[in-house]
């Protein structure tokens, strides 16, 4: 069983007087390379003495003649200052065209549902050799997500952003009522009555069945019945077709491409505060080339496929 190595007795910048003195087989040369009094290079060389139990330079004239077990480390101790140097402290250029990581991006439902394909076609037309990982995530969770799935942005509806996050502003969101056409033919539009009076179903990212319409109707002296809840939009759009429900939703949602289900939106009759879909991120990646580019990415996304709803 080997020993292990003691490291906090271990100072590694002794590999670095050691190149000096293996390359100038001189004290005082070394020193005034690398700065330091001659005495203290003296210092280092007693330290690497003990360090490698071996008396490896010994003084013949003018210079430090390198031991046998000198010219047999000599070699291994250069390779390890140059990964060190080369691999470890000197950072790679980000070039998107090159890179082969991965962009890990979370994303409520909402914005998942809408612009998954679009961020993932410029992802990989700008990256080909990259990999794309959707996540999800909401406003209660993206926190400790973005720490554990290493996160590298988030999109979604994050009113008040955690202060270990940068945020950018994207755009607002309205909502609209969405419908079966054929149910609501002649509606064109809904009064506050009307609207109140029709089961609806409701997309519920955090479970809960009361939002701030039932607090409008209230104040209006109505109620409505939420006859059928889910998180996912998907299952309520679904839901909706041939069926006499109405739901609020983003007008994004609403005018999803690649659906046949013939269901119309309609201007809900009662007052719903628009939302804004915010791009964030971790501060301390804030100046990152990689995370930089991304962020570029997804705003040009977002910011097209806005203009052309």
């Not at 549902?113 to 990256?127: E, H, K």
């Not at 406003?139 to 940068?166: C, E, T």
Request: aromatic share 8%; glycine share 2%.
């Amino acid at each position: 069983m080997t020993n292990e190595i003691n490291w906090k007795s271990t100072d590694l910048n002794l590999l670095v007087t050691f190149s000096y003195l293996y390359r100038y087989r001189s004290v005082s040369i070394a020193a005034d390379k690398s700065h330091v009094s001659q005495s203290a290079m003296s210092h280092s060389l007693a330290r690497l003495r003990i360090l490698f139990d071996d008396q490896l330079f010994e003084r013949k004239g003018h210079h430090m003649e390198p031991s046998e077990y000198a010219h047999h480390i000599a070699p291994i101790v250069g390779q390890l200052l140059d990964d060190i140097s080369h691999r470890l402290l000197a950072k790679e250029q980000f070039t998107p065209l090159s890179y082969s990581g991965e962009c890990r991006i979370g994303l409520t439902d909402y914005a998942e549902f809408i612009f998954a394909p679009s961020l993932y076609d410029a992802i990989q037309a700008s990256a080909p050799k990259s990999q794309v990982s959707f996540i999800n995530v909401n406003r209660h969770n993206y926190v400790n997500i973005a720490d554990q799935d290493k996160l590298d942005v988030v999109i979604g509806s994050m009113p008040q952003p955690h202060s270990d996050f940068d945020s950018k502003f994207l755009y607002t969101e309205k909502h609209v009522c969405l419908c079966d056409s054929q149910l609501f033919s002649n509606n064109q539009t809904l009064t506050v009555a009307e609207f109140a009076a029709v089961e609806q179903a409701l997309v519920s990212p955090d479970g809960t069945l009361v939002t701030q319409v039932d607090k409008r109707l209230a104040d209006l002296g109505l109620t409505r019945k939420v006859s059928v809840a889910s998180r996912n939009f998907l299952t309520i759009r679904s839901l909706l077709k041939k069926r006499k429900l109405i739901a609020i939703v983003p007008e994004l949602m609403a005018k999803a491409q690649g659906f046949d289900d013939q269901l119309t939106a309609l201007t809900p009759p009662v007052d719903i505060a628009d939302f804004e879909i915010s791009l964030l991120w971790k501060s301390k990646l804030t100046n990152n080339d990689k995370n930089s580019w991304l962020r570029s990415v997804v705003q040009n996304v977002l910011s097209n496929a806005k203009s052309q709803s």
